[in-house]
């Protein structure tokens, strides 16, 4: 016959072990909820935005393969966000609107560039305080000229890309350099590495500007570089040459 200390701790494990499954039950349903919780179309327009977004550089790149490549700075910055929750970036003298694929298009992610209208007011915008740059309703106001636009595809799980696609067959409208017409390949990698490939073809396809070997990839700046961007001592290199391309990414060449 057991004493009242043993049913008291009979109890006691009981409550507990109770209690225990309890919780153990409740974990796994909100384990289970947020494993069957799908991303949204908003999502994957979120984390191409965040990820296109810094100060990047083709260093590494340069370095293995300086006949074909230069070391070029990619800046690119958030300006606005449109009532319906598009991201709209800052990117050299141009605009960047990323929103969700629309749904009839097989795709994630739309990515589209817009011209500026007075491109004198955003010089070294991404460089600038906040409050000495185009205000948020004054970039919406400064959208013109639709120049290109990228579809993104969320890559296959074991792909070394998470988002890639490209402009639609036949490209865009362009001129530059005796262009008819050019095209533009988008990749988003781990650790927020870019891959870029633009290129311009003339009338009879042949490739009159744009790299020839592959794309241009660029890699993250150190966090402290970007954080102190503004210190002489961080501050890049002035372009020792600037190139304009009409209708695709504009960069500039770091020494």
Known sequence: MGTDSDSDANGWNRARGLALKTLLLFGGALLVKRLRKSTTRWDHAHFVSKSLAGEKYSKEQASRDPDNYFNIR??????????????VLYFEQRLFMVKPCPKELKC?????????????EYKNFCDRPRDQRPQPEEVIGDIAEHLTTVHLKRCPRGKRCLYKGSTPPGGFPNSWNGA?????????????DIHTWDRGY???GNQVWGQKEGPYEFKPAPTSSFSDMFSPLNFPPPPSMERRIEGSFVLQEQE
């Open 74 to 87: 990619m800046l690119t910055c958030p300006a606005a966000e449109l009532v319906d929750g598009s991201k």
């Open 108 to 120: 994630d992610v739309e990515l589209s560039t817009y011209a500026i209208r007075d491109m004198e």
């Open 180 to 192: 008819t017409h050019c095209t533009s390949e988008l990749a988003i990698l781990k650790n927020n």
């Open 202 to 204: 003339d009338d009879d």
